[in-house]
């Protein structure tokens, strides 16, 4: 090996262990604790994304919402779907599946998308009486969903939604409350 090649080597792998021990908010943050209990059946059907943290896919969504309906094979189809920019924006929508890879754990589920990369999609909040309302999220906090059944949700009901982020280690800040249409 060359000098310079030696010495940008040198140097790129003292800058990666350097970054290695630098830890994040995030990364110092436990794992969500999920819910205990998780009737995918019940959880089937349709819900409105009442906020959300935005990001490189979703980002021009508005209307957004997901559809879960049990496939033959036992897994849950997922459509999500919203309109682009505006309320009145084209519709666009994009299918997924999902899993529960371990029984033992049933708030933490696995969603794959275009059949190429797979996602945590970790249930930490739930009406778990009604199955009216849904708080979703990974564990490296960079993802979250507060969920409803319906477009629009009280004032106490996002109060409560917010504190159980809060409290499992979200930074609200970045909170973006998705634009829906009243039925």
């Known amino acids: 090996m060359r000098k310079t090649q030696i010495v940008l080597m040198t140097g790129l792998l003292a800058g990666l262990l350097a970054l290695s021990g630098c830890a994040t908010k995030a990364d110092s943050l436990p794992p969500l604790k999920t819910v205990d209990s998780l009737d995918l059946n019940r959880y089937l059907g349709s819900w409105y994304e009442i906020a959300r943290y935005q990001h490189q896919f979703e980002k021009t969504l508005v209307g957004a919402k997901a559809d879960y309906s049990l496939r033959d094979d036992g897994r849950i189809q997922v459509v999500n779907s919203g309109l682009k920019t505006t309320l009145d924006g084209k519709f666009i929508s994009v299918k997924a599946v999902a899993w529960r890879p371990d029984e033992a754990v049933p708030g933490a589920l696995k969603v794959k998308f275009f059949n190429l990369f797979t996602s945590d999609y970790l249930v930490f909040g739930l009406d778990e009486e009604n199955y009216q309302w849904a708080l979703v999220g990974n564990n490296n906090r960079k993802y979250l ?28 800040e970045k909170l973006f409350m998705v634009p829906q249409k009243e039925r």
Do not use: C, H, N
């Open 145 to 172: 969903w507060f969920l409803s059944r319906t477009p629009t949700v009280s004032d106490e009901l996002l109060a409560k939604m917010k504190a159980i982020a809060v409290q499992q280690g979200y930074d609200l």
